[in-house]
């Protein structure tokens, strides 16, 4: 990996858990890590799937936060662009030279609508629209700064968030969109984000069958008004391989597939077995600090350290230990062999990536045992 490009250079001292050179023995905990054979292979895989099935990819970088990852995404990675969802998020993706993003989400405030129009004269941007009244405000904007701002119509096929139904509501949208100035009518958002993490094949599949036939539906009724979609784009790491076959999607917006985690690998596949073509990448690197009961360990990895909303971390490599619970900062490991030492480090497998990643301000690139890179978390905190 080439990592001559990175956007700062770290400097030790200032939460910087790492310097390259350094060995990963010697990174200090917790950190969060990245293996970069397995990231790289990660990338090459949804790389081929996507030249593969003649579509495209448009990277969620929500997933990473880091224009260093966006950036490795699209030269290597097969990526057209990136999705963020939040304009501070955007923002900090555009500072960091990626000049094709997509807010994969509503924006209706009018101040972080003006900051959205601001951005579209700095990059291509795209924005998702469901509200008739949120087309005008977007116009008013667009046309004060003399820009274009692209339009998804989002529809709700089935994750009952945001998004219109399917059919008319979709057609009215887009035709508004159209009649607007300073907008552009560019296609449709229709990610099943209920259907990524349903264990079950079968069950996932039929979810993702419902929503391919809405928006094939749609797009028949969008064409028979002369109305064309450059996007058709949705799908996650759970279920990229039905949308990007089907004929009907055209962009996919995978983002765990690089880092994964504890909550994607129980997803099943065809076979019923609980194992993703995509490998662990991103580790929670935590240190023993106390095993001062025989059978128990403490770890510097607690709740301030990991996001659990899907579950506690799984330690990487080890069947003789587990990680059982936490606290603010420290984790709780069962060890009833008394297998573990003081200062002992261990990898997590986080049980939700995209949550975790934001609490940090660093990666920490790995490869053959040593210290390759340190990128910073370009968006961590972003939200606004």
């Known amino acids: 990996m080439n990592t001559t490009n990175q956007l700062a250079e770290p400097v030790l001292g200032l939460n910087v858990p790492a310097a390259p050179g350094m060995t990963l023995a010697d990174v200090s905990t917790p950190a969060l890590i990245i293996d970069l054979d397995a990231f790289e292979r990660n990338v090459e895989r949804l790389r081929i799937f996507v030249k593969k099935n003649g579509v495209r990819l448009r990277a969620h970088a929500k997933t990473h936060k880091s224009a260093d990852i966006a950036h490795y995404q699209m030269k290597h990675g097969g990526a057209c662009g990136i999705c963020c969802q939040k304009v501070s998020e955007a923002e900090a993706m555009v500072a960091g030279g990626v000049q094709d993003v997509l807010v994969s989400n509503q924006v209706v405030d009018t101040k972080k609508i003006d900051r959205l129009a601001r951005l579209a004269g700095q990059a291509r941007l795209l924005v998702c629209v469901d509200d008739l009244g949120n087309v005008d405000d977007l116009s008013t904007a667009a046309a004060s700064h003399n820009v274009t701002i692209e339009c998804l119509v989002e529809i709700d096929c089935g994750a009952g968030r945001c998004g219109v139904q399917w059919g008319e509501?979709?057609?009215?949208?887009?035709?508004?969109?159209?009649?607007?100035?300073?907008?552009?009518?560019?296609?449709?958002?229709?990610?099943?984000?209920?259907?990524?993490?349903?264990?079950?094949?079968?069950?996932?599949?039929?979810?993702?069958?419902?929503?391919?036939?809405?928006?094939?539906?749609?797009?028949?009724?969008?064409?028979?008004?002369?109305?064309?979609?450059?996007?058709?784009?949705?799908?996650?790491?759970?279920?990229?391989?039905?949308?990007?076959?089907?004929?009907?999607?055209?962009?996919?917006?995978?983002?765990?597939?690089?880092?994964?985690?504890?909550?994607?690998?129980?997803?099943?596949?065809?076979?019923?077995?609980?194992?993703?073509?995509?490998?662990?990448?991103?580790?929670?690197?935590?240190?023993?600090?106390?095993?001062?009961?025989?059978?128990?360990?403490?770890?510097?990895?607690?709740?301030?350290?990991?996001?659990?909303?899907?579950?506690?971390?799984?330690?990487?490599?080890?069947?003789?230990?587990?990680?059982?619970?936490?606290?603010?900062?420290?984790?709780?490991?069962?060890?009833?062999?008394?297998?573990?030492?003081?200062?002992?480090?261990?990898?997590?497998?986080?049980?939700?990536?995209?949550?975790?990643?934001?609490?940090?301000?660093?990666?920490?690139?790995?490869?053959?045992?040593?210290?390759?890179?340190?990128?910073?978390?370009?968006?961590?905190?972003?939200?606004?």
């Open 169 to 384: 509501p979709v057609v009215g949208l887009a035709k508004k969109i159209a009649a607007s100035a300073g907008l552009q009518f560019s296609g449709l958002q229709a990610y099943q984000g209920a259907a990524q993490h349903v264990r079950d094949y079968d069950e996932r599949k039929a979810k993702i069958e419902t929503a391919i036939r809405q928006v094939a539906d749609t797009l028949a009724m969008l064409a028979a008004q002369e109305l064309q979609c450059d996007i058709v784009g949705g799908a996650g790491t759970g279920t990229y391989y039905f949308e990007g076959a089907s004929g009907v999607y055209n962009e996919l917006q995978c983002g765990s597939y690089i880092f994964m985690d504890a909550a994607y690998q129980r997803v099943l596949d065809e076979s019923g077995n609980c194992v993703s073509e995509f490998e662990n990448s991103l580790f929670i690197y935590t240190s023993v600090m106390s095993h001062a009961t025989a059978a128990m360990a403490i770890c510097d990895a607690g709740l301030k350290a990991q996001s659990v909303d899907s579950g506690l971390p799984v330690i990487f490599g080890r069947d003789d230990v587990e990680y059982v619970k936490c606290s603010d900062e420290h984790g709780v490991i069962d060890d009833p062999q008394s297998a573990l030492r003081l200062n002992e480090k261990l990898k997590l497998v986080p049980g939700h990536c995209d949550p975790t990643c934001n609490l940090y301000d660093w990666y920490v690139g790995v490869r053959d045992g040593n210290v390759e890179c340190v990128w910073p978390v370009t968006a961590r905190g972003m939200v606004l």
